[in-house]
């Protein structure tokens, strides 16, 4: 199967786990979602390589890009999304997440070597374009403060960067079930640790009403992270990553069918997305 499908359809089950995480986020708080997401993920990747794979493969010599990736994404890229999310809302948290290819095609040229051509430069500035419109604020869209965008693109900027630490890792393995095993095992540790050293572990509650949202998100966000390495180990990432981020368009679209009690989808947002996607497209054509 072509990575750029399953890059796409990554992308849809990203959108889907805004729109629970949106939902569920309103009885509890992130961190038990963010926990019970790492959990679910690493459970199914080591249950599965430890029946379909050679566990001599985690300590290759590419073991060290994973567990570099897995210090930035998920751990640090999705609690900054779910941040955003409670901030801003899906229908502007989400976009603003999909600015990750101005990133990622920065870091590919000048770490990985990669030589995008113009239509992948030019789409990239749609990209920026459509997050400019997004964040244009009118007096009565809500309250919500410019700094919050800082969370949806501190996370782009971290996943840009994690993407490529992955995508050399895999050109090393070639595994990207080992790979994606590393990787969340990795976050879920540090995540844990960091919690018991703050003292914060008591922050992980997972109350009855949201236990539905977060536990399908989970289960939706383990099937998407599988697909973005598989997706990763068939392409070049200045192709793959713009592609993951079609997720604006789905966001946009899941917001105002799920989403029509707690946010308003404005005509500025949804054309905001739209230069994203409009961008994905010169990207994935190039």
């Not at 889907?16 to 199914?44: E, H, K, M, P, W």
């Not at 779910?82 to 770490?111: D, H």
């Amino acid at each position: 199967m072509r990575g750029e499908f399953l890059a796409i359809l990554s992308s849809i089950g990203w959108a889907a786990d805004s729109i629970l995480i949106r939902r569920g986020s309103q009885s509890s708080n992130i961190f038990g979602a963010a926990f019970l997401s790492y959990f679910v993920t690493t459970l199914c990747l080591w249950f599965y390589i430890t029946l379909f794979s050679s566990l001599h493969l985690l300590w290759s010599s590419a073991t060290i890009y994973f567990v570099l990736s897995g210090l930035l994404q998920p751990l640090l890229a999705r609690i900054l999304y779910y941040v955003g999310i409670q901030r801003l809302g899906v229908s502007r948290a989400g976009p603003l997440r999909g600015t990750g290819p101005l990133f990622a095609v920065i870091v590919a040229v000048i770490f990985l070597n990669e030589r995008p051509n113009y239509f992948v430069y030019g789409g990239t500035i749609l990209t920026v374009a459509g997050a400019w419109l997004i964040l244009m604020r009118m007096r009565e869209e809500g309250e919500w403060k410019l700094f919050d965008a800082v969370f949806p693109l501190g996370a782009a900027l971290i996943a840009a960067v994690s993407q490529s630490l992955r995508r050399t890792g895999l050109l090393m393995l070639g595994n990207p079930f080992i790979g994606a095993t590393i990787t969340n095992s990795t976050s879920l540790i540090v995540y844990l640790i960091s919690l018991l050293v703050l003292g914060k572990i008591h922050l992980i509650r997972l109350h009855r009403a949201s236990l539905p949202y977060f536990g399908s998100a989970a289960f939706i966000s383990a099937g998407s992270q599988i697909l973005v390495f598989v997706a990763l180990s068939r392409g070049e990432v200045s192709v793959m990553v713009p592609l993951f981020n079609t997720t604006p368009f789905f966001s946009v679209l899941f917001t105002a069918i799920f989403l029509r009690d707690l946010e308003r989808v404005t005509s500025r947002v949804v054309f905001g997305a739209a230069l994203l996607v409009a961008g994905v497209i010169f990207i994935a054509n190039h």
